[in-house]
């Protein structure tokens, strides 16, 4: 089985078990809480974003999940790492769905579109690829039984830095489209409702 295909597996694994989480809280997760509801929606439409603040705590959190991935990676948990981030990304989708579908029906699909594009046509590439890197990263260096040699790694660290740092910039752009360019599209469906 091609490494990919365990992080995809695992990745539906997550969907699937965070449907059914959310469906067993769901009374938790709906009750008086507003999440996701009506008020929410009219304060999504009017709120007033400072995109510049947005775009540096969203730049702070996701580069800060990215740079602990990869450390990660060079260490012998990286594999559990990244099954973990996998997982993780899989969850949060399935319980996101299951909470839109169910506050809004149908108009909940539109909703998770609206919230996750354009950002996610750059996050979902670029997590894949710091996913596979991680992976690849950590079974070279604890898990192939590979004797590299000094210039081995030091060809492997240029590498791996390099590679890291262009996948870095494009989350930094997927984090400008998040804070610049997402929320007038969500104020923009938002109206619908």
Partial sequence: MRLANKQLILFIIGICGGILLANLVKSELLSGTELLGENALLQVRYAVIDSKSLFLRLLG?????????????????????VWFYAFRYGLSLG??????????????????????LPQMLVYVP??????????????????????????????MGIHLSAQTG???????????LEAYVNPYLLRLVVKIF
């Fill in 61 to 81: 959190q996701r580069l800060g999940e990215a740079i602990l991935l990869m450390l990660l990676s060079t260490t012998f948990l990286g594999l559990a790492a």
């Fill in 95 to 116: 319980l996101l769905l299951t909470v839109l579908l169910a506050e809004h029906g149908i108009r909940g699909l539109l909703l998770l579109v609206a919230g996750l």
């Fill in 126 to 155: 670029v997590w894949a690829l710091l996913l596979a890197l991680a992976e690849r990263t950590c079974r070279r260096l604890y898990y192939l039984n590979g004797n590299e040699g000094l210039a081995g790694l030091k060809r």
């Fill in 166 to 176: 262009l996948l870095l910039f494009m989350l930094a752009v997927g984090c400008w």
